[in-house]
C-alpha cells in the first residue's frame, strides 16, 4: 500500500512554544490530506481538511488560527500548533488519499505513524 | 449526522477462538468502510476496505462484511492469536474524497 510518513513522531515542548508536524505521502500525490487528534482511550477526531494549494478547511470547534495548516505540495501537509498548552497534548495523525485518477480512485485513506505531542 | 457505534468496547478471548467484532453507523449512503487496527500508541493500520457497492472482503484470517441498508458491518477473525491483541477500529466516508468518520473502536485482548 501507499506510505504516509509523520515527522516527528513525539515532541515534547514547553507551554507557550509553537510546534511543527510534518505529514509526506512518500510514493503517490494527495492534493487532499486529512489532520486528525486523539486523545488517549478516545477514537480519532477529524481537526481539519487540507488541500493543495488553498486554504485548509477546519472542522467545528477547531481554532484555525492555533493550528495553523500548510499543504504546499503534492506530497507534503504541515501542521503547527502555535502558542502550545497541556490541553493540546494528543496524539496527531494524518491520512492522504491515494489518487489514481478519475474513475478509478478506491478511496482507500492510508495513515501516518502519528505524532505524540507532549506540552509542558 | 452520520455516527460510527462500535460495540463491544472491549473484549477479552483465549487464543484460538473465532470472534466478531460489530460496527454500526446511522446513515445508509456511505461510500466505503475500513476496518483499521491501532497497536498502543502507535499509528493505524488498515485491514480491510468495502466499498459501498460490496458485501464483504477477506484477508488472511480476517473478513468483513458490509450490509448497508441495516446499517451494518462486522470484523470477523478466526483463530485469534495474542498478536491479535490491539484496538480495531471501524471507519466510513460518506462520499468520495471525504475524511473518514470512525467509531471509538474495540480493544481485543487475546491471551495465550
Known amino acids: 500500500g501507499a506510505v504516509v510518513s509523520q515527522h516527528p513522531s513525539w515532541v515534547i515542548c514547553k507551554s507557550g512554544t509553537s510546534v511543527k508536524i510534518e505529514c509526506r505521502s512518500l510514493?503517490?500525490?494527495?492534493?487532499?490530506m486529512f489532520w486528525y487528534r486523539q486523545f488517549p482511550k478516545q477514537s480519532l477526531m477529524l481537526m481539519a481538511t487540507?488541500?493543495?494549494?488553498?486554504?485548509?478547511?477546519?472542522e467545528q470547534g477547531v481554532e484555525k488560527d492555533k493550528f495553523l495548516i500548510n499543504h504546499a505540495s503534492l506530497t507534503l501537509s504541515t501542521l503547527t500548533v502555535t502558542s502550545a498548552h497541556p490541553e493540546d497534548s494528543s496524539f496527531y495523525i494524518c491520512?492522504?488519499?491515494?489518487?489514481?485518477?478519475?474513475?478509478?480512485?478506491?478511496?482507500?485513506?492510508?495513515f501516518g505513524e502519528g505524532s505524540r505531542l507532549t506540552v509542558l | 449526522k452520520q455516527e460510527v457505534t462500535q460495540i463491544p468496547a472491549a473484549l477479552s478471548v483465549p487464543e484460538g477462538e473465532n470472534l466478531v467484532l460489530n460496527c454500526s453507523f446511522t446513515?445508509?449512503?456511505?461510500?466505503?468502510l475500513q476496518w483499521f487496527r491501532q497497536d498502543p500508541g502507535k499509528g493505524l493500520t488498515s485491514l480491510l476496505l468495502?466499498?459501498?457497492?460490496?458485501r464483504e472482503q477477506t484477508s488472511g484470517r480476517l473478513n468483513a462484511s458490509l450490509d448497508k441498508s441495516s446499517g451494518r458491518s462486522t470484523l470477523y477473525i478466526a483463530a485469534s492469536q495474542p498478536g491479535d491483541s490491539a484496538t480495531y477500529l471501524c471507519?466510513?466516508?460518506?462520499?468520495?474524497?471525504?475524511?473518514?468518520?470512525f467509531g471509538k473502536g474495540t480493544t481485543l485482548s487475546v491471551s495465550s
Open positions: 491520512s492522504a488519499r491515494d489518487q489514481l485518477g478519475q474513475g478509478d480512485d478506491t478511496g482507500e485513506l492510508f
Open positions: 487540507s488541500n493543495e494549494g488553498s486554504k485548509a478547511t477546519y
Open positions: 471507519a466510513l466516508a460518506n462520499q468520495a474524497g471525504t475524511a473518514l468518520i
Open positions: 446513515d445508509s449512503a456511505i461510500y466505503n
Open positions: 510514493d503517490f500525490q494527495a492534493t487532499t
Open positions: 468495502i466499498q459501498s457497492s460490496q
